[in-house]
T-cell receptor, first 117, second 113 residues
Framework: GAVVSQHPSWVICKSGTSVKIECRSLDFQATTMFWYRQFPKQSLMLMATSNEGSKATYEQGVEKDKFLINHASLTLSTLTVTSAHPEDSSFYIC?????????????FGPGTRLTVT | QQQVKQSPQSLIVQKGGIPIINCAYENTAFDYFPWYQQFPGKGPALLIAIRPDVSEKKEGRFTISFNKSAKQFSLHIMDSQPGDSATYFCAASRNTGFQKLVFGTGTRLLVSP
């Protein structure tokens, strides 16, 4: 159980275009989802936390207008990178947490490799 | 105070050896300490986690040792195998994991055959 999927697993886009990444909890209801960014050989950097039906809370230094997060249902959160530029190329990983009465553990998705040309 | 310091940055052991990865924290409000394993191109996977009310926890070949007074915790991998070669991250969180995770910088482990 506790499976989190991401789609697509990799994407290449041209500079200036927008890209949407989906994160789904397959067998549990994710009241909270997290979006991370990871550069090669570096640690995970939390970008934002989203609760179902609420606006996302962004970490300091993360542009909310550039990285749009929508947590519209208990099983789906999306990250849209708007007007992507080469410096946005990175590995994006989501994680999801079940209801507080069930578990506090975070389950991570397989990640999405974004390359902006 | 939100940082978690992890060492070493990289580690090479022979098959059957016991690699030890160490982490230290400053924030005494942290009360949940998980370890994650990440293979190249994949998302992290939870290995084992501990809370400060115990000093040691074992799950299979993985053991966490926790020293509350020193604000340190470590991961031991018993009888390490080449398949254990991966990057390992420690993390810490407040409110028994309900708050966001603060990750260490990661340790790249290579287990030679």
């Amino acid at each position: 159980g506790a499976v989190v999927s991401q789609h697509p697993s990799w994407v290449i886009c041209k500079s200036g275009t927008s890209v949407k990444i989906e994160c789904r909890s397959l067998d549990f209801q994710a009241t909270t989802m997290f979006w991370y960014r990871q550069f090669p050989k570096q640690s995970l950097m939390l970008m934002a936390t989203s609760n179902e039906g609420s606006k996302a809370t962004y970490e300091q230094g993360v542009e909310k207008d550039k990285f749009l997060i929508n947590h519209a249902s208990l099983t789906l959160s999306t990250l849209t990178v708007t007007s992507a530029h080469p410096e946005d190329s990175s590995f994006y990983i989501c994680s999801a947490r079940d209801r507080p009465t069930v578990s506090y553990e975070q389950y991570f998705g397989p990640g999405t490799r974004l390359t902006v040309t | 105070q939100q940082q978690v310091k992890q060492s070493p940055q990289s580690l090479i052991v022979q098959k059957g050896g016991i690699p030890i990865i160490n982490c230290a924290y400053e924030n005494t409000a942290f009360d949940y300490f998980p370890w994650y394993q990440q293979f190249p191109g994949k998302g992290p996977a939870l290995l084992i986690a501990i809370r400060p009310d115990v000093s040691e926890k074992k799950e299979g070949r993985f053991t966490i040792s926790f020293n509350k007074s020193a604000k340190q915790f470590s991961l031991h991998i018993m009888d390490s195998q080449p398949g254990d070669s991966a990057t390992y991250f420690c993390a810490a969180s407040r409110n028994t994991g309900f708050q966001k995770l603060v990750f260490g910088t990661g340790t790249r482990l290579l287990v030679s055959p």
